[in-house]
């Protein structure tokens, strides 16, 4: 079966129908904007802090969009007639992730306008970006693919919130030397790593884009994985 971009426009222009109908959605983007806002009315001009609304927005927009989505597709029973489609996994999986991406892109570029802050190296910082939009919106279809419901992918969803989002800014308060080196593999660690470097006007990041890929790749291989399953459970 060849690749078919209108089977993935297909997928994608439903999504984008229903989006509008969907208030949990853009109450949830809304989110990352909200904060931004604030961080840009404090004028808190620090490396660290600009990157948190970047990272919010990546664990919003990107993984608890993308798992709603999903969810929404079971709940309402058309993902197994998804499944069973033509339409290839890679179709079906790019096509269900377009608009997410789009979302977490737009709620970014939000973001960074609402902080009020300047993007050092843009090519580097799209990198970054790009890298992490495949791992977060890879971590929201597993999400997804896990829950029953949309609101089961909150509950589910909160662990990640908590070790890819709120874990690091506790590791100044862990005296575990074996936690602190987990939380420092942790790819919201190495972006804000990254971005430091870049703030500072640096562009080597080469470490931190090596070990975001790792997480990259294990979070497509394990959606591949979990996307099989489901696609052949009775």
């Known amino acids: 079966m060849t690749f078919s971009f209108k089977r993935i426009n297909a997928i994608f222009q439903k999504d984008w129908k229903e989006l509008y109908k969907n208030s949990y959605i853009l109450f949830t983007l809304a989110m990352p904007l909200a904060f931004a806002a604030l961080l840009g009315r404090i004028g808190d001009e620090a490396a660290h802090m600009q990157s948190m609304p970047i990272t919010l927005a990546l664990l919003i927009a990107g993984v608890f969009i993308q798992a709603a989505m999903i969810a929404e597709e079971k709940e309402k029973n ?32 939000g973001s960074i306008t609402l902080s009020d802050f300047h993007v050092e190296n843009m090519a580097m910082f799209s990198l970054l970006i790009l890298i992490n939009l495949i791992f ?3 971590m929201g279809t597993i999400l997804g693919l896990l829950s029953r419901t949309v609101m089961e992918t909150t509950i589910i969803g909160m662990p ?14 862990i005296e575990n030397k074996a936690i602190v080196k987990l939380i420092n593999f942790l790819p919201s660690e190495h972006f804000t790593a990254a971005w430091l470097i870049l703030s500072n006007g640096q562009s080597d990041i080469g470490h931190h884009v090596f070990v975001l890929l790792i997480w990259a790749i294990a979070s497509l291989v394990i959606t591949f994985v979990i996307y099989r399953k489901r696609q052949f459970d009775k």
Do not use: N, Q
């Open 78 to 109: 058309t993902l197994r007639g998804l499944l069973l489609s033509p339409a290839t996994t890679i179709e079906i999986l790019i096509g269900k992730s377009a608009l997410t991406f789009i979302m977490t892109v737009l709620v970014i570029i």
């Open 136 to 138: 977060y919106i890879s």
């Open 160 to 173: 990640a919130m908590v070790i890819f989002g709120l874990a690091p800014m506790f590791i100044s308060l």
